[in-house]
């Protein structure tokens, strides 16, 4: 294999919307700058993801200078959001997590909730630094996270994909294969490793930022839902199953936290360093 090296940077703004393919990033501790600092929550408080609202997938929020998106989806006219000011806080429920999110103005909500055809507002982490800590299963003293679903940065490779690309189409629903990247949603893509290389890796480097590997990501549902049509099929996750399940979990992809700050660029090296 070559030289392992970054491929390709994604950062979703809003949880579950589409993503972004910027050609660097500043890695702040929880997570590249911009990524899942917004979600969406029901009328209970609980974050919506692409687990119970698939049609999320075709949504775009692009990020404008200050922090503020640009929401657009199929539909819909495009709105802008600004960053509410953070006067009052409501509780939002990620998983077992119960963090404090500001709301956004009326108008986001509506437009998301005309959207999805359901209840839904419109929430931003003011502060990731203080608001969620990483599982402590897994995390260091004082590690924190945006509203990603547990780790900072998630990390996948294309010889993986390829590996389960092949595995896939030996199996019963090959006509779903080859599947793209985008499935997986992660935040760094690295090309020139071998397949499942990432399995045995510790600590890496990417550029001038090293990151520790907390744990492997276990996948659900949303891996089986066309990015670009919303529609649900059976894979990844009936081969996962077959060829890929560790420890219980479905395992595709690495979770990563930086060990400092700095800034990322597609085609930066990255060096195993543990």
Request: net charge negative; with cysteine.
């Amino acid at each position: 294999m070559g030289n392992p090296q970054l491929l390709s940077i994604h950062v979703h703004p809003v949880k579950a919307f589409r993503g972004l393919a910027p050609r660097e990033a500043v890695v702040e501790p929880w997570g590249l700058a911009g990524d899942r600092r917004w979600a969406l929550i029901d009328d209970g408080g609980k974050v919506v993801t692409q687990r119970q609202q698939p049609r999320l997938a075709p949504a775009a929020a692009e990020l404008l200078p200050g922090g503020g998106l640009r929401l657009s989806a199929p539909g819909l006219e495009p709105l802008t959001v600004d960053v509410p000011r953070p006067t009052g806080t409501t509780t939002v429920e990620i998983f077992r997590d119960k963090v404090e999110g500001v709301l956004a103005d009326d108008a986001a909500h509506a437009w998301c909730s005309a959207y999805l055809g359901a209840d839904v507002r419109l929430v931003h982490m003011d502060d990731p630094a203080t608001c969620r800590a990483v599982d402590p299963d897994y995390a260091l003293p004082g590690e924190t996270v945006s509203f990603a679903d547990g780790y900072p940065l998630l990390l996948t490779t294309t010889a993986s994909l390829d590996a389960l690309n092949s595995l896939i189409a030996q199996g019963d629903h090959a006509g779903e294969g080859p599947l793209p990247m985008n499935r997986f949603r992660p935040n760094v893509v690295v090309s020139g490793t071998e397949a499942w290389a990432e399995d045995g890796w510790s600590r890496v480097s990417i550029g001038e930022v090293a990151f520790r590997v907390a744990k492997m990501c276990g996948r659900c549902v949303v891996t089986t839902t066309d990015q670009g049509t919303a529609e649900r099929g059976k894979e990844p996750l009936r081969t996962l199953g077959r060829h890929r399940l560790i420890d219980g979990k479905l395992v595709f992809g690495q979770n990563l936290v930086p060990l400092d700050r700095g800034t990322i660029r597609v085609g930066d090296p990255v060096t195993v360093l543990a």
